[in-house]
C-alpha cells in the first residue's frame, strides 16, 4: 500500500553570516506571527534588528478611534519588539489601511535603508495570498513590492538625492529581501530554543487581540500552528519560513 499523501516542504537553512537586518512592515503585529521568534533568535547571537513600521496600525481596532489606536499601538509594538531583544523600532506612521505602492513609498522605505544601512531586509508574505484563496492585505503587498524597489533605490545617489544631507549616503550593500511565510518560501530558520519568546512578543499586543474579538484565541496554539509546518519541513519542532529575493547578477 503506497502513501499518497503530499510530503511536507522541504526548506534550506536561512545563512546567518550577516550582522545587521531591517525588518519593514506595514503595521505593529505584522512581525509577530511567527516572525519574532527569528528575531529573539538572531539578536541572542548578537546581531543587530531594526524595525521599521510604515503605518501605526491607528485603523486596526474597530472600537478604537485611529486618534487613541495608532499610539497604543505604538507603545505595543515597543514592548513586543523588546521581548525579543529589539530595541529600536521606528514608525514612518503613513495611513493605515490605504498604503499604495509607487514612488512615494519607495522614497520612504528607502531613506529607512539608508540610515541603517543593513544587510538583510525583511518583510512579511506579499504575494497576493497566504496559500490557497486566504486573501493577503492590501498594506502587506504594497510594502513588500516596494521594499524591494527601495533596497536598490538606497544605493543609488541619483535616486532620491534629496536624502543625501547631513552625512547620510547611498547603501547598495543590501544582500537580500527575506519575506516571512509566504507561500513561496524556500527557507527556513530553526526557532525551536525561541518559541516562547515569540509568543510573549505576540501577547504585548493585548489591545489590539483584544479588539479583534476572537472568542477562545489562543496566542501559543496559533503560532504553534504556523512554525511547526516549518519546522517539519527543517527538521526540527518549530521553524519560520522566508522566500528569498536575492540581489544582484547570477
Known amino acids: 500500500m503506497t502513501d499518497d499523501r503530499p510530503a511536507p516542504p ?9 550582522e545587521t537586518a531591517l525588518f519593514v ?6 512581525i509577530e506571527y511567527g516572525g519574532a521568534a527569528a528575531v529573539a533568535r538572531w539578536t541572542g547571537q548578537g546581531k543587530r534588528i531594526v524595525y521599521c513600521m510604515v503605518t501605526s496600525g491607528e485603523a486596526g481596532i474597530d472600537g478604537v478611534h485611529p486618534a487613541e489606536s495608532g499610539s497604543l499601538r505604538e507603545g505595543e509594538e515597543i514592548a513586543s519588539a ?3 531583544g529589539v530595541d529600536e523600532v521606528e514608525f514612518l506612521r503613513l495611513p493605515d489601511g490605504v498604503l499604495e505602492y509607487g514612488v512615494e513609498l519607495r522614497r520612504a522605505i528607502a531613506a529607512v535603508v539608508r540610515k541603517h ?8 508574505n506579499f ?31 541619483w535616486i532620491f538625492p ?4 547631513d552625512g547620510l549616503e547611498p547603501w547598495g550593500g543590501v544582500r537580500a529581501v527575506w519575506s516571512g511565510s509566504s507561500p513561496q518560501a524556500t527557507h527556513a530558520v530553526d526557532v525551536t530554543e525561541t518559541f516562547q519568546a515569540g509568543v510573549a512578543s505576540l501577547k504585548e499586543h493585548k ?9 477562545g484565541w489562543d496566542p501559543e496554539e496559533f503560532l504553534d500552528g504556523i512554525l511547526r509546518g516549518g519546522g517539519q519541513g527543517l527538521g526540527v519542532t518549530h521553524a519560520a519560513t522566508f522566500e528569498m529575493f536575492p540581489l544582484g547578477w547570477g
Open 82 to 84: 523588546r521581548v525579543v
Open 117 to 124: 544601512r543593513p544587510d538583510i531586509a525583511m518583510t512579511i
Open 162 to 165: 534629496e536624502q543625501l544631507t
Open 10 to 18: 522541504s526548506f534550506e537553512p536561512l545563512p546567518e553570516d550577516w
Open 207 to 215: 489591545a489590539y487581540i483584544d479588539g479583534l474579538g476572537w472568542e
Open 25 to 30: 512592515v506595514a503595521h505593529p503585529d505584522d
Open 127 to 157: 504575494r497576493e495570498t497566504f496559500g490557497g484563496t486566504n486573501l493577503n492585505q492590501a498594506d502587506h503587498i504594497a510594502v513588500g513590492r516596494a521594499l524591494l524597489d527601495a533596497v536598490r533605490d538606497a544605493g543609488n545617489r
